[in-house]
């Protein structure tokens, strides 16, 4: 148990649906993260969250929707995917965002988009 | 040039051999970094944050290099359990605010 729980850690969804990820934190950080990690990629970071406000949006397309309705939960709405989005979506928090802090992860969502 | 680099390797080595492992980043302004360490199909987990004056954790020693702006991390006396990706993380200056990039990773694995 990291202190970062994402759910589900398995989803394979079609390009017409719907669907959330789901990321809760127990730590009591104030910062947020969605990263997407691709076979043989860096982790590319997609939004980071501090206290509860978007700071970053990193050029990701609009079909990936973020909300954070508090500073322990995050979600990454998904909706008309495309194949080449099937990758593993991690979350992180950490104390505050910004340099010198270091970063927990959940165990990552892996997404597969038939 | 890539904002964060790393040797993908692999760097395949026995066990009890010393072995070390770059990251450079092109941004002589970036301010924290990091080393993280990533099993297979798990979530990256923290390693050791790297200072400027260098810094030990057992048998892991990291050192930073401003000047020529990279970073390295040592591992001595290698274990079969070190065989994972470690990844660099370097924290740029702001876009409004510090934003973690991780590098590509480089795979190692110790064998018997």
């Known amino acids: 148990e990291t202190g970062v729980t994402q759910t589900p850690r398995h989803l394979v969804m079609g390009m017409t649906n719907k669907k959330s990820l789901k990321c809760e934190q127990h730590l009591g950080h104030n910062a947020m993260y969605w990263y997407k990690q691709s076979a043989k990629k860096p982790l590319e970071l997609m939004f980071v969250y501090s206290l509860e406000e978007r700071v970053e949006n990193n050029s990701v397309p609009s079909r990936f929707s973020p909300e954070c309705p508090n500073s322990s939960h995050l979600f990454l709405h998904l909706h008309t995917l495309q194949p080449e989005d099937s990758a593993l979506y991690l979350c992180a928090s950490s104390p505050e965002q910004g340099a010198g802090y270091g970063y927990t992860f959940g165990s990552g969502t892996r997404l597969t988009v038939v | 040039r890539k904002e964060v680099e790393q040797d993908p390797g692999p760097f395949n080595v026995p066990e009890g051999a010393t072995v070390a492992f770059n990251c450079t980043y092109s941004?002589?302004?970036?301010?924290?970094f990091f080393w993280y360490r990533q099993d297979c199909r798990k979530e990256p987990k923290l390693l050791m944050s790297?200072?400027?004056s260098g810094n030990e954790d057992g048998r892991f020693t990291a050192q930073l290099n401003r000047a020529s702006q990279y970073i390295s991390l040592l591992i001595r006396d290698s274990k079969l359990s070190d065989s994972a990706t470690y990844l660099c993380?370097?924290?740029?200056?702001?876009?409004?605010?510090?934003?973690?990039?991780f590098g590509r990773g480089t795979s190692l694995i110790v064998h018997p």
């Open positions: 790297v200072y400027s």
């Open positions: 993380v370097v924290s740029l200056p702001p876009r409004g605010s510090y934003i973690p990039t």
């Open positions: 941004n002589s302004a970036s301010q924290s």
